[in-house]
């Protein structure tokens, strides 16, 4: 006891409950449950957006296709549109059921096979097949066929790449209500229960809109405005990923239980 317990009580204590308080430790415990669920799920958004940015450059080379994307407008998701939603799951309040699931294995590690499998083998690839998707629908509508070499400034090329890029943020858009929950349905968290997420939200669709039409933003990423059209071409692919997502949940919920995965 930090208050009435004895100094020697304390220099032998591995614990001391600086306000005397036995629900300080199970505060304590639900603090650092959701700080491990909370990093798990920034993990899980972040490594998600890898997959698109590599898969055009392995189309690149195994195809002989112009280059999807360009290294700069990796960085526009990796350090831009990203980075501000990525900490809004990092302030995430502690799930309802938390204190419910039993105390994980010590040998578990934080970025486990399970987080891995999610993010590369699932949601990366319905991202990159959205943004190869937008970009191959812009070079079809201006004509292009395939072998036909395109300048690296040809309006064609730069909306096509701007459209690749457009098709990875609104895909991360959708995986950002993904990730809130790892195994519970998308809304079972309220839209407002984090304003974070809202802010999030905001500074992504402020940061790509102003990539794609303000002219600095053209100069410095390489890129051309995109007619509304480009913009639609991954809405399919968000609301097929949040289905494939949706349905995966509810079969692991049926499998496991009451487990975590």
């Known amino acids: 006891m930090g208050v009435a317990g004895t100094d020697v009580a304390k ?21 650092g449950r959701a700080v491990y669920d909370n990093i798990r799920k920034f993990l899980a958004y972040i490594l998600t957006s890898n997959v698109p940015e590599l898969v055009p450059y392995l189309a690149f080379v ?3 296709i112009p280059l999807p994307l360009t290294i700069i407008q990796i960085l526009a998701v990796d350090l831009g549109t990203d980075m501000v939603p990525a900490l809004a ?17 010590r040998s578990e590690r934080l970025l486990s096979r399970g987080v891995l499998a999610r993010a590369y083998l699932f949601l990366g690839p319905c991202e990159a097949a959205a943004a190869l998707a937008a970009f191959f629908a812009v070079l079809h509508v201006a004509g292009w066929s395939y072998g036909q070499p395109l300048d690296r400034l040809d309006p064609v ?21 993904l990730c ?12 407002f229960e984090n304003p974070l997420i809202l802010l999030g939200l905001a500074v992504e669709a402020a940061f790509i809109l102003a990539i794609v039409y303000l002219p600095a933003g053209q100069w410095l990423f390489g890129t051309a405005a995109l007619e509304p059209a480009a913009w639609l071409v991954a809405l ?4 097929a990923m949040l289905l494939l997502e949706e349905g995966r949940k509810a079969w692991l919920r049926r499998r496991l239980g009451s487990a975590e995965f």
Request: with cysteine; aromatic share 8%.
């Open 11 to 31: 220099e032998a204590a591995d614990l001391i409950l600086l306000d005397d308080n036995f629900a300080s430790i199970v505060a304590a415990v639900e603090e």
């Open 62 to 64: 195994l195809f002989k």
């Open 89 to 105: 799951l990092g302030a995430e309040r502690p799930d309802p059921d938390v204190m419910r699931r039993p105390p994980r294995a």
């Open 157 to 177: 090329y730069l909306q096509a790449t701007t459209a690749c890029l457009a098709a990875i943020v609104v895909m991360q858009a959708a995986n950002l209500f």
């Open 180 to 191: 809130r929950e790892p195994l519970r349905p998308f809304f079972a968290r309220g839209l």
């Open 236 to 239: 399919p692919f968000a609301l």
